[in-house]
């Protein structure tokens, strides 16, 4: 039965790759502590499950202190010339964008499939983590369709990658450690200290002020923490379970689903979803490194006021 395990296996090789091609890259300046960032993070994919967590804590420690110490830079990568690169483009033209949607469009497949299928009597993957398993077999089923259509080496597509893997940096695991800390919060109890804020300085008792709280601070805490997904449990724990719920009856579904889309306008106009919004300037070398967030901040705010507009209409009907 393919598990989770075996999805963060494969993540955890190709950061083990990549620490190994970076140390030998001599036109990285920092070569050695871009090499021990990727290495010790594949360490944590592979083997996460077995390393005491004493020991992973340490890790994360080093990791995290070789990121805050500027300890990544990139380096020289095998370049495919211009002319390669136009001539791919003018052959394939929009079918070069088959891959990426090929991704969403397999991990739904597998997600509703793959976990009614048996394979000699056992279930082929686990039900209790389909989507992100169909998800890492998406990107796998992806790459090798990407490989045969543009009939690139394996080895130039992963040298790619690691370039831009490498000009990421210490972003590309952002949405990890904001994850972690929004159930640190949760375990603190944050969301009830919260909750209990908010019940005094707020006429809570009426359902609009209340969905203005929650829909609000969902943008607020997610333009702090940086990602919806961090804000997500202390605000639905702090106000959209015990006060929208439990007092005013609301609809538990929609309100879930709309306060989490509600919190990604915040995302789209922080510097602190760095791998969304700084990350994507630097890859496209803008003068202004908050361009995309410029960009965004018109579909953000009038993205936020429809949904708490929605917000409030679906979970009272």
């Known amino acids: 039965?393919?598990?989770?395990?075996?999805?963060?296996?494969?993540?955890?090789?190709?950061?083990?790759?990549?620490?190994?091609?970076?140390w030998r890259d001599q036109g990285n300046p920092k070569r050695m502590t871009t090499a021990a960032f990727w290495g010790l993070?594949?360490?944590t994919f592979l083997f996460g499950e077995v390393i005491p967590p004493m020991y992973m804590g340490v890790l994360a420690i080093v990791i995290?202190?070789?990121?805050?110490?500027?300890?990544?830079?990139?380096?020289?990568?095998p370049a495919v010339s211009k002319q390669l690169r136009e001539e791919k483009a003018a052959l394939l033209k929009g079918r070069l964008f088959i891959p990426a949607l090929m991704i969403p469009v397999f991990t739904l497949l597998g997600t509703v499939g793959l976990k009614h299928v048996t394979l000699f009597g056992h279930a082929l993957i686990g039900s209790e983590n389909s989507t992100v398993i169909s998800l890492g077999l998406a990107c796998i089923i992806a790459f090798v369709f990407a490989l045969a259509m543009t009939r690139v080496k394996i080895t130039d597509a992963i040298q790619s990658a690691r370039s831009?893997?490498?000009?990421?940096?210490?972003?590309a695991i952002l949405p990890l450690l904001l994850a972690v800390l929004g159930g640190i919060f949760n375990k603190a109890g944050i969301g009830n200290v919260l909750a209990e804020v908010l019940t005094q300085t707020l006429p809570l008792q009426y359902p609009w002020v209340a969905v203005l709280a929650y829909g609000l601070?969902?943008?607020t805490f997610a333009m702090i923490?940086?990602?919806a997904f961090a804000a997500f449990p202390v605000l639905t724990i702090g106000i959209a379970l015990p006060v929208l719920v439990q007092q005013h009856g609301a609809d538990p579904a929609p309100l879930a689903a709309l306060g989490m889309l509600t919190g990604y306008c915040g995302t789209l106009m922080t510097p602190m979803a760095a791998n969304y919004n700084i990350v994507p300037a630097a890859l496209l070398e803008?003068?202004?490194?908050?361009?995309?967030?410029?960009?965004?901040?018109?579909?953000?705010l009038p993205l936020m006021a429809c949904n708490l507009v929605l917000m409030y209409w679906f979970i009272f009907l």
């Not at 989770?4 to 970076?22: E, K, R, S």
């Not at 995290?64 to 990568?77: K, Q």
């Not at 831009?164 to 972003?171: H, K, P, Q």
């Not at 803008?286 to 953000?300: F, G």
């Open 64 to 77: 995290g202190l070789l990121a805050a110490g500027g300890g990544l830079a990139t380096g020289t990568y």
């Open 286 to 300: 803008l003068s202004n490194k908050n361009a995309v967030i410029r960009a965004q901040v018109m579909t953000a």
């Open 217 to 219: 601070g969902m943008v």
């Open 164 to 171: 831009i893997l490498d000009a990421i940096g210490w972003a």
């Open 41 to 43: 993070l594949g360490i």
């Open 1 to 22: 039965m393919l598990t989770l395990n075996h999805i963060y296996g494969v993540a955890g090789i190709y950061l083990l790759y990549t620490a190994w091609q970076g």
């Open 225 to 227: 923490m940086g990602n």
